[in-house]
């Protein structure tokens, strides 16, 4: 069980690109979390997705979109990216009704 | 708004010492406490608490919830190098949507050889 997986690790983007961060995840989870993390900012909540086929923002959404491809993966997208979105990318998922949510390794996105 | 505040946001401690990790939180219709171990990358889960007074227990970590004074406390005895990390709070409420985690900033512990 490779358990929550996220591609790519690190990314360097200009101002005005666009990308899709991936996450994917083997444990038959039906929700799924996308979290900014910022130094002294703790982590922040993108996007969710509570079951396959729903979105949902969360605390930070502008800027981001996300596709739900099925019950394995998550995408992230920036369409047209900042300087403030500089961030440590994590992707999350947990099963139906309960709290315990686990975690990806992150990607480490720089905007110049 | 709901929140979660940690305390100390950061911490050095030498090998052998006991730290206790504060949380405190402000969270409509709160459901459950949860702690995570951040190294160099994700964050990984330790404890659920959901009753008070209950103390969950995992080698030298343990951990318990007051939901009268709305804290919970993380404390680490014998403290090892390998204990270097942020520890993170975080808390679940009942009819915000499912699953969602109201985060607190962290709390960087150091330990020294």
Request: aromatic residues 10%; charged residues 20%.
């Amino acid at each position: 069980n490779a358990g929550v997986t996220q591609t790519p690790k690190f990314q360097v983007l200009k101002t005005g690109q666009s990308m899709t961060l991936q996450c994917a995840q083997d444990m038959n989870h039906n929700s799924m979390y996308w979290y900014r993390q910022d130094p002294g900012m703790g982590l922040r909540l993108i996007y969710y997705s509570a079951s396959e086929g729903t979105t949902d923002k969360g605390e930070v959404p502008n800027g981001y979109n996300v596709s739900r491809l099925n019950k394995r993966e998550f995408s992230l997208r920036l369409e047209s990216a900042a300087p403030s979105q500089t961030s440590v990318y994590f992707c999350a998922s947990s099963e139906i009704r309960t709290d315990t949510q686990y975690f990806g390794p992150g990607t480490r996105l720089t905007v110049l | 708004e709901d929140k979660v505040v940690q305390s100390p946001l950061s911490l050095v401690v030498h090998e052998g010492d006991t730290v206790t990790l504060n949380c405190s939180y402000e969270v409509t219709n709160f459901r459950s406490l949860l702690w995570y171990k951040q190294e160099k990358k994700a964050p990984t889960f330790l404890f659920m608490l959901t009753s008070s007074g209950i103390e969950k227990k995992s080698g030298r970590l343990s951990s318990i919830l007051d939901k009268k004074e709305l804290f919970s406390i993380l404390n680490i005895t014998a403290t090892q190098t390998g204990d270097s990390a942020i520890y993170l709070c975080a808390a679940s409420n009942y009819g915000g949507s499912q699953g969602n985690l109201i985060f607190g900033k962290g709390t960087k512990l150091s330990v020294k050889p």
